[in-house]
Nanobody, 126 residues
Framework: QVQLAESGGALVQAGDSLRLSCAVS?????????VAWFRQTPGKEREFVAV??????YYVDSVKGRFTISSDNVKNTVYLQMSGLKPEDTAVYYC????????????????????WGQGTQVTVSS
């Protein structure tokens, strides 16, 4: 059983930077699993943000150039470095994991992932 725990959420100003962490524990570390970040606001569907699948990284268009997903395999932690934050980035951010996937995998779909963290709140004020 894989456990995920997010941290790093905060209240920040527009234009600020913030780094979220996702600690991965259980049977293995992040190097055997694809780990993604999703976000959700009240009344909306959970939205894909970014995923790291071995050495490949994918982002939703709205965060390209502003967010970076990375991992520290020694610490078994996956990060989401966010810069140039905007009020529309306000959401609860979740990390999710699934075994490393092939090119046919729908990595933007929340139901594709087996494990989820509890979420961390990011609020960006204007």
């Amino acid at each position: 059983q894989v456990q995920l725990a997010e941290s790093g959420g905060a209240l920040v100003q527009a234009g600020d930077s913030l780094r979220l962490s996702c600690a991965v524990s259980g049977r293995t570390g992040p190097y055997d699993y694809a780990v993604a970040w999703f976000r959700q606001t009240p009344g909306k569907e959970r939205e894909f943000v970014a995923v790291q699948n071995w050495n490949d990284r994918y982002y939703v268009d709205s965060v390209k150039g502003r967010f970076t997903i990375s991992s520290d395999n020694v610490k078994n932690t996956v990060y989401l470095q966010m810069s140039g934050l905007k009020p529309e980035d306000t959401a609860v951010y979740y990390c999710a994991a699934t075994p490393l996937f092939s090119s046919s995998f729908d990595f933007q779909r929340p139901t594709s992932y087996d494990y989820w963290g509890q979420g961390t709140q990011v609020t960006v004020s204007s």
